[in-house]
């Protein structure tokens, strides 16, 4: 997959972002769920931003591209997966609306060590990676991405533990329930390839949690399509990890 399928919104995600600069008529605000910065909720700046839709399977970033734009989701779940050479994968984090696709650039590091992958038809705000630098120069701006930015790590951090110590099958309750509040839907698809990552587990894995709570009533799973019929017994099911931090979607 190209990094951005068509020619189209590239072009005009170049043209947008290239001429972004402070200016009182173009406005956006930037969502970061953690009580931790809720204060810094309402922090408006002003940018030139292009909107941007994506597909299922688009990768806007792989390990070792420099990190041409920032994204940020208005819609939609995007993975950020880490790999290994003999083809093991695992997506340490998801984002979704009210976060943001980058983050290295707001600690000063412009190539990308994961490959951020569209799991989900999505929509974001775009803005060149250029852009985006000069707006850093604004201390408030800056100061919310890096108490962002903790909280990825702390995500990232907590997902390391989640992996070790916690079941397949709590993870998938947990993996679940963090789709659907991205998405806001009851309803979605899920593939075995993107699961597998979730859980860092093997697809015949995922196969039998998944029956093992299809078969308590807590979803329907048939081919791919999930819908969670039992949000309060499935969130019982999941691991701590659920319930102590807040991801990274509104």
């Not at 020619?7 to 600069?21: F, H, L, Y």
């Not at 956006?28 to 909720?41: F, I």
């Not at 993996?175 to 979730?198: A, I, P, W």
Request: charged residues 25%.
């Amino acid at each position: 997959m190209s990094i951005l399928r068509s020619s189209v919104v590239r072009e005009s995600v170049r043209q947008a972002s290239d001429r972004a600069t402070i200016t009182p008529e173009m406005r956006t605000e930037l969502l970061v769920p953690n009580p931790t910065v809720d204060k810094l909720r309402h922090v408006r700046e002003a940018l030139h931003l292009a909107r941007a839709r994506f597909s299922k399977g688009d990768v806007l970033y792989r390990p070792g591209d420099r990190i041409h734009s920032i994204y940020f989701p208005t819609s939609g779940i995007i993975s950020l997966v880490y790999g290994t050479k003999d083809g093991t994968a695992i997506a340490v984090d998801t984002v979704g609306k009210g976060g943001m696709i980058g983050v290295p650039l707001v600690l000063g590091v412009g190539i990308s060590a994961y490959r951020a992958v569209v799991e989900a038809p999505s929509e974001a705000l775009v803005i060149s990676a250029a852009a985006f630098k000069l707006v850093l120069k604004q201390p408030e701006l800056k100061e919310l991405l890096l108490r962002y930015a903790h909280q990825l790590l702390v995500q990232v951090s907590q997902a390391a533990v989640c992996y070790h110590y916690h079941t397949v099958e709590q993870r998938l309750c947990t993996h679940l329930l963090t789709v659907k509040d991205c998405l806001g839907g009851d309803k979605f698809q899920l593939t075995h390839e993107l699961l597998s990552y979730l859980l860092a587990a093997g697809r015949p894995t995922v196969t039998q949690a998944a029956r093992a709570i299809h078969d308590q009533g807590l979803i329907r799973y048939r081919w791919g399509s999930i819908e969670i019929l039992d949000r309060r017994r499935l969130e019982a099911g999941a691991c701590e990890c659920y319930r102590r931090e807040s991801r990274l979607c509104v």
